[in-house]
């Protein structure tokens, strides 16, 4: 099935159950404003609210009737569809704790469950929201848009907030950076630098595994933002940085 199918047959879903309207969210609108946007393999998609859940499984009761897939919910109500090379999330909603004292405070009175989630996430560059027809982008932080334009990285809440809010955020800044040739936004440097061991909340698995992909896509970037950061005292050295690490002795 191609991808513009899929996602008619997601929107008829849509429609026949009265789920809030999806969007999709993550990579794909940051990579289609940047025109990078190739192949689609990781598709993520949102409506904003619990209907999401709704969407998902009605999505894969129907699909899984006419096509081999594999469709998985997790703990926190995450769910996976997996079929031919397409992998599909249907978002979890995640909200950083507070987050609607916290979109008052920045003059954002009685925000929206997609507002919440969008400035939940982790970055600017992917809290941009596309239509299902790829055609309209949506910006609901006002930012990511201008970050994209500019090429900076930058956190949608202060960086304490969106940092600590989720383990492997800090790796993903190094890991972005490198992908996109982003800079790191000041405040965020600068907050990291001051808490250096933050990077150690992630799980192994992601540390060592960005890092890894990190360096492949540019050695010297990711080095000089280690350094920039105060990062090598709380990161596994890997052989593709060992040069680098021996060179701060």
């Not at 996602?7 to 008829?12: P, S, T, V």
């Not at 930012?143 to 969106?162: Q, V």
């Not at 040739?181 to 808490?195: A, Q, T, Y």
Request: overall charge positive.
């Amino acid at each position: 099935m191609k991808l513009r199918e899929f996602l008619n047959e997601i929107n008829a879903l849509h429609i026949q159950w009265e789920t809030s309207t999806p969007f999709v969210c993550g990579g794909t609108p940051r990579d289609k404003f940047l025109g990078k946007l190739k192949e689609i393999s990781d598709l993520d998609i949102t409506t904003g609210d619990k209907s999401i859940f709704t969407l998902a499984n009605i999505a894969a009761d129907n699909l899984g009737k006419k096509y081999n897939l594999t469709f998985e919910t997790k703990s926190d109500g995450h769910s996976t569809m997996l079929f031919g090379n397409l992998s599909v999330d249907f978002s979890s909603n995640f909200n950083v704790p507070n987050i609607s004292s916290i979109l008052n405070n920045m003059g954002i009175e009685n925000p929206t469950e997609l507002q919440k989630e969008m400035f939940s996430r982790d970055f600017t560059c992917n809290s941009l929201l596309c239509t299902f027809d790829l055609k309209n982008t949506l910006d609901p932080t006002k930012r990511g848009i201008k970050d994209l334009e500019n090429k900076i990285i930058d956190t949608c809440l202060s960086p304490h907030i969106t940092l600590m809010s989720h383990k492997n955020r800090v790796i993903r800044l190094i890991y972005l950076a490198t992908k996109l040739n982003f800079d790191i936004h000041p405040r965020v440097l600068s907050w990291v630098s001051e808490n250096p061991i933050s990077i150690q909340f992630a799980t192994p698995k992601s540390l060592i595994g960005k890092l890894v992909k990190s360096a492949e896509y540019n050695k010297d970037k990711t080095a000089h933002l280690l350094t920039k950061m105060n990062l090598w005292p709380y990161v596994p050295v890997i052989d593709e940085l060992m040069p680098y690490y021996k060179g701060k002795k």
